[in-house]
């Protein structure tokens, strides 16, 4: 029987190429010179450090950038509330989203039983497996979880017939 997963990955290697690249950037910019700004990665954390609420919008809009030039997808990443750090400093995490989490994917479910289109859909982790009789039927699923609103990226691997 044909089937694909549906998974949300954010590719790493080009997170830090674009952190990186971001802190050249900041390294060589006039209005960063002499400031403790940096942008840096814990695990699946960024960090954004600045001085002041300009700065750090500055750094956030970078970090952006960056990103959208490695064709990294900014909707996997959730940038948390500024808070106050040491030395008058401002820090503001961002959370990389790795893999579907429970809510979007009984959302997903919901909406593929609400067509009712014939396939299973079966959690396996934090991917959905999607299998079908037909290989059309799985791209209607497909082209339904792409018209879906969400906001974090998704994508169609593993597709087998």
Do not use: H, W
Not at 42 to 48: D, F, M, S
Not at 114 to 131: A, F, H, N, P
């Amino acid at each position: 029987m044909p089937s694909f997963d549906i998974v949300s990955r954010t590719d790493i290697p080009e997170v830090d190429n674009a952190v990186q690249g971001a802190m050249r950037e900041i390294g060589t910019r006039f209005d960063f010179k002499g400031s403790q700004c940096s942008i840096g990665r814990n695990e699946e954390q960024l960090v954004l450090i600045a001085d002041d609420d300009l700065k750090l919008r500055q750094l956030k809009e970078l970090i952006q950038g960056y990103l959208a030039k490695r064709k990294v997808d900014v909707g996997s990443f959730e940038f948390n509330k500024p808070e106050a750090a040491t030395g008058n400093t401002l820090r503001q995490t961002v959370d990389i989203k790795q893999g579907l989490d429970r809510d979007l994917t009984s959302k997903i479910i919901k909406e593929i039983k609400s067509q009712k289109l014939k396939v299973q859909v079966s959690i396996q982790g934090d991917e959905l497996r999607v299998t079908g009789k037909k290989r059309d039927q799985l791209q209607e699923v497909i082209t339904l979880a792409k018209s879906l609103n969400i906001k974090q990226p998704l994508q169609f691997v593993n597709f087998r017939d």
